[in-house]
């Protein structure tokens, strides 16, 4: 692999739920996705869509859109609980459940996972033989930094291999001020001052596979103030504010790096996967 493909390679990545979690008919989310799908399309992005599979029940016609404008689809669990919240047996159920459908209503093979808000840690290392056994090729859920909500620290920063083969692309996180931040989530891309988030970029070593995470409400420019259910009012008012930078900073971001999904890299075979067992 040449130093110039991996500094100049960027994968876009959306995690497709409706944070709210109504899954109404009309809910935000449905025309967001697809304002979205048009932006990529004008910037000539294609990247991954983790969608939570019951969006594959509520929105069947939104999943096809998604995979007819030519991005890959993979799967956010089926109802976006938390590895934690479930059994291994209820995870494993359902997990294969949340595979069918959506390669059923996307009409692509679904080789892709990314666990509900990167709940897969130390405590939950049970999940990745089910993982693969449910037919993943590779899992998007690792956060490789202490974190408030779910962190799995020691874990590398760099993509790996699980024991039973699956392959990781842990989040890009960088230090800001002594925190290590996934800084290209989409609340951070929104919030960060341009100048730390190119230098966060460059500073990143070549072997770190750099993708974005962002939610359609990121996009929602004229989206009104909600509540997310459990959650403070500090974490519903940074998912709300700043808006409009999103689309401009990521036409900035991809200006002049190649996309495209996480399956198209594993392919193209300029990555490398070192074996990594939790200890
Ligand atoms: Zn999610």
């Given at each position: 692999?040449?130093?110039?493909?991996?500094v100049?390679?960027?994968?876009?990545?959306?995690?497709l739920?409706?944070?709210?979690?109504?899954?109404?008919?009309?809910a935000?989310?449905?025309?967001?996705?697809?304002?979205?799908?048009?932006?990529l399309?004008?910037?000539?992005?294609?990247?991954?869509?983790?969608?939570?599979?019951?969006?594959?029940?509520?929105?069947?016609?939104?999943?096809r859109?998604?995979?007819?404008?030519?991005h890959?689809i993979?799967c956010?669990?089926?109802d976006?609980?938390?590895?934690?919240?479930?059994?291994?047996?209820?995870?494993?159920?359902?997990?294969?459940q949340?595979?069918?459908?959506?390669?059923?209503?996307?009409?692509q093979?679904?080789v892709?996972?990314?666990?509900?808000?990167?709940?897969?840690?130390?405590?939950t290392?049970?999940?990745?033989?089910?993982?693969?056994?449910?037919?993943?090729?590779?899992?998007s859920?690792?956060?490789?930094?202490?974190?408030p909500?779910?962190?799995?620290?020691?874990?590398?920063r760099?993509p790996f291999r699980?024991p039973?083969?699956?392959?990781e692309?842990p989040?890009?996180?960088?230090?800001f001020?002594?925190a290590?931040?996934?800084?290209?989530?989409?609340?951070?891309?929104?919030?960060?001052?341009?100048a730390?988030?190119?230098?966060?970029m460059?500073?990143?070593?070549?072997?770190?596979?750099?993708?974005?995470y962002?939610h359609t409400?990121?996009f929602?420019?004229?989206?009104?103030?909600?509540?997310?259910?459990?959650t403070?009012m500090?974490?519903n008012?940074?998912c709300?504010?700043?808006?409009?930078?999103?689309?401009?900073?990521l036409?900035?971001?991809?200006?002049?790096r190649?996309?495209?999904?996480?399956?198209?890299?594993?392919?193209?075979?300029t990555?490398?996967?070192?074996p990594?067992?939790?200890?």
């Amino acid at each position: 692999m040449s130093p110039h493909t991996a500094v100049d390679r960027l994968i876009f990545t959306l995690d497709l739920e409706d944070h709210i979690g109504t899954y109404r008919r009309d809910a935000r989310f449905v025309g967001n996705t697809i304002s979205v799908l048009d932006l990529l399309e004008s910037l000539g992005i294609h990247g991954t869509f983790f969608a939570v599979a019951r969006i594959a029940e509520t929105h069947p016609e939104l999943v096809r859109e998604v995979a007819t404008r030519g991005h890959e689809i993979a799967c956010h669990s089926y109802d976006h609980r938390p590895i934690a919240a479930e059994t291994p047996e209820s995870f494993a159920r359902k997990l294969r459940q949340a595979k069918d459908l959506l390669e059923q209503i996307g009409g692509q093979e679904v080789v892709g996972f990314r666990a509900p808000i990167f709940s897969l840690t130390r405590e939950t290392v049970w999940a990745i033989d089910l993982i693969g056994e449910a037919g993943f090729e590779y899992s998007s859920s690792v956060l490789p930094a202490s974190n408030p909500l779910y962190g799995f620290e020691g874990a590398p920063r760099t993509p790996f291999r699980w024991p039973n083969g699956l392959f990781e692309f842990p989040v890009p996180v960088s230090s800001f001020f002594g925190a290590c931040l996934p800084f290209l989530g989409g609340v951070y891309v929104r919030y960060l001052p341009w100048a730390m988030i190119a230098s966060a970029m460059h500073g990143l070593p070549d072997a770190v596979v750099k993708w974005t995470y962002f939610h359609t409400y990121d996009f929602d420019v004229d989206g009104p103030f909600t509540r997310m259910p459990g959650t403070s009012m500090a974490t519903n008012l940074s998912c709300w504010l700043n808006r409009r930078v999103t689309g401009p900073r990521l036409a900035r971001l991809f200006a002049s790096r190649t996309s495209g999904g996480f399956r198209e890299v594993i392919a193209s075979e300029t990555v490398s996967f070192a074996p990594w067992s939790p200890a």
